[in-house]
């Protein structure tokens, strides 16, 4: 399946939509935990606060996976791995706040300093969020589960691996 496919599938998600971020504890355990995540300008974007276990994993160790599932017939399942780092700049901050405000309708965020202020986040924790951009270095799209019945096997999209 074609990269293209996979990132407009990034870019335009269906609502609601839960992607799911796998970060690594001191111990080297796993942590998972959902998220909501924007595509811009070619990075997935969340916010976290710092207090909340996947902020601190991620101040220590920026690496991750994202993992979400896209119900667009056909239905594929996308995983991404790469890293998290935090977004302080201002500029990419107002960017990134503006575009959740408008175009996906968040609740009003506002930026102080370099921090994302903003309603309670169920999958964020308390505020203040920290922003954080996810790059991948390595991506997978496989067939989805949703509405497979209805494809001919030869119809699905096939697993690919996407290496950035």
């Given at each position: 399946?074609?990269?293209?496919?996979?990132?407009?599938?990034?870019?335009?998600?269906?609502?609601?939509?839960?992607?799911?971020?796998?970060?690594?504890?001191?111990?080297?355990?796993?942590?998972?935990?959902?998220?909501?995540?924007?595509?811009?300008?070619?990075?997935?974007?969340?916010?976290?606060?710092?207090?909340?276990?996947?902020g601190?994993?991620?101040?220590?160790?920026?690496r991750?996976?994202?993992?979400?599932?896209?119900?667009?017939?056909?239905?594929?399942?996308?995983?991404?791995?790469?890293?998290?780092?935090?977004?302080t700049?201002?500029?990419?901050?107002?960017?990134?706040?503006?575009?959740?405000?408008?175009?996906?309708?968040?609740?009003?965020?506002?930026?102080?300093d370099?921090?994302?202020?903003?309603?309670?986040?169920?999958?964020?924790?308390?505020?203040?969020?920290?922003?954080?951009?996810?790059?991948?270095?390595?991506?997978?799209?496989?067939?989805?589960m949703t509405?497979?019945?209805?494809?001919?096997?030869?119809?699905?999209?096939?697993?690919?691996?996407?290496?950035?």
């Open positions: 399946m074609p990269w293209s496919t996979v990132r407009e599938r990034l870019e335009q998600p269906e609502r609601p939509r839960t992607y799911w971020l796998a970060t690594v504890d001191p111990d080297g355990a796993p942590h998972v935990m959902p998220l909501i995540t924007a595509w811009i300008d070619g990075s997935l974007y969340f916010l976290s606060g710092l207090g909340t276990r996947k601190s994993n991620l101040a220590r160790d920026p991750c996976a994202i993992t979400t599932g896209s119900t667009t017939l056909p239905s594929i399942d996308i995983i991404l791995e790469g890293e998290a780092v935090r977004v700049d201002a500029d990419t901050l107002a960017h990134v706040v503006e575009f959740l405000t408008t175009t996906m309708e968040w609740p009003q965020l506002d930026v102080r370099d921090f994302v202020y903003g309603p309670n986040a169920p999958t964020a924790g308390p505020p203040p969020y920290a922003l954080f951009r996810f790059t991948p270095s390595t991506g997978f799209g496989l067939p989805g509405g497979m019945e209805q494809f001919d096997p030869s119809e699905l999209p096939t697993p690919t691996r996407y290496r950035f």
